[in-house]
């Protein structure tokens, strides 16, 4: 286990703070240069290995020396007394362990599940979104689970939010200055963002720039959120400070953001699987400089990451014509570089963090062995992450508790407006021109009802969804992006039915039908994240979205849509706790209705 130091330095340089974390003390640095000196062994020797060497982009051939979770020499000589453990690496290819820089790590798993899902495919280090946190804990015991992911052999870091991307009652009792910067200047933490708010800063909105400048003394780097921005909106970006973004969707799109000196994100998610796409396009523009090209996956819902994480971005690549060691750096080197970690991360070289895959061929992304930390979390294919835990509930990350019930009183429909949903996450508003006064719809359209109620019972909000499905009666779930309840369905006692079991469960997400349970998919961490493993998640959810296409669902990934209905950063129209919301127009078209 990574005995890591958690030092705070401040270098003070006229108006400059940075904060940077030490990962070993002087002792050990001492123990370290023993090993060098032959005076001590190394804990494991990989010999004779082909490794990756990102400094000259080549393939070089070395024995790696080991001493806990640090890697000490790279070079021809074998230590002068032998290692603990010697692996015979001949005919094996090491390159440095991928790092996912763009995770929100609680789509109904959680961030211990998905590190250790993500070691077994060769992702050692995870940058996290902290908003779920930073929403519904109290700032010690948030950071105090931040402290707790230090033990465990992944490499997790965060981002800090400035803004809550949805329309909150007292958003400004939350995004407080004090709180943003104290998550700021947290060891773990790397940048500020995504910055889902820029239209209020560039509207005029001085306390986010504020923070986007607290964020740049401290020496951390800004994650912008610009989907479909002009180049005259970037380069206002890039001039306010920010580092790097993640929404291209064309590769006119990343050209356009390396052109303003933009670090650029690929994105390979389950509603946007566009990495094939960009590199191609980047091909035809004649794009041949990769190196501030990154990779990310970008919170995907577990099915999705059946096929695998940044070693299937690499296949990708790869396939693309990728050269082989830009399509390795862009998943280690590139990030690691990005964020001032290269003299920990995505190298194998003498001071760097024991995180190595062993691969098969070059061309194979897939590791056979993983080790993370100086400790093997895959050895020869087999599974050996140690069997840590996050002690959750002590930091307040209980079951959800609903302490009151519903009634059909409390669906009851009236506006003339609905939501449409046009694709998985986007919404448009549309004229409801059916009778709305009935227990419940015909299954002959796909308008149903939906409502969100208040996580602790005060208010709701009630319209009719059109494009979900058409043969769903009871849905309900309280894996949303605000953390209330989102009821949808066709029959009002099956809706009614469905949130009762989603009490019942303390938190999680349950489709009824006639009375009947079809399916709960039981979400005990403050009623958002599972405490199972990912590989069991992935098959609940592929059974979740057969029965619901069953019913009518047609679209890419019903998870993301129950997110994201609050969600104030995509367009057109959103359930908020104030009402019903025009994003494009920023104004409440109908005020939630206190029960």
Known sequence: ??????????????????????????????????????????????????????????????????????????????????????????????????????????????????????????????????????????????????????KIPSSIYWWARYDSQTQLDDEDLIFTNGKVKEWLSHPSVLQGGELTGWPKVLSGNNEILYWMQETKKLGKKIEGHFPGASLKTLTKMAVLGVDADHEAMTGEEVVNRLSVGMTTSLRYSSIRPDLPKLLKEMRDLGVKNFERIILNTDGSSPAFYEQGMQDRMIEIALEQGVPVEDAYAMTSYNIARHYGLDDLLGMIAPGRIAHINVLENKDHPRPISVMAKGEWVLKNGTDTYPDVSIPWETYGTKPLLLDFDITEEDLMFSLPVGIELINSVVTKPYNINIDVAVSELSTSHDESFLAMIDRNGKWRVTTLLKGFANKVLGFASSFTHSGDIVLIGKNRKDMIEAFRQVKKMGGGISLVENGEVICNISLPIRGTMSREPMEELIEIQKDLEEKLKKRGYRHDDPIYSLLFFSSTHLPFIRVTQQGIFDVKNKTVLFPAIMR
């Open 1 to 150: 286990m990574n005995l890591e130091v958690r030092v705070i330095i401040l270098f003070l340089g006229g108006n400059t703070l940075s904060v940077r974390t030490l990962n070993w003390n002087k002792k050990q640095i001492r123990e370290h240069i023993k090993i060098i000196d032959g005076q001590k062994a190394p804990s494991i020797v990989l010999k004779d290995a082909t490794y990756l060497n990102m400094a000259l982009k080549k393939w070089v051939k070395a024995n790696i020396w080991i001493a806990g979770d640090r890697i000490i020499y790279v070079g021809k000589d074998m230590p002068q007394k032998p290692a603990n453990e010697t692996i015979n690496c001949k005919n094996r290819y090491l390159v440095p362990g991928y790092i996912e820089p763009h995770a929100h790590p609680f789509f109904i798993y959680n961030p211990l599940t998905l590190a250790e899902f993500a070691a077994k495919h060769g992702t050692t280090t995870i940058v996290n979104d902290n908003l779920l946190m930073f929403l519904q804990l109290p700032l010690e015991k948030a950071l105090s689970i931040v402290d707790e992911f230090n």
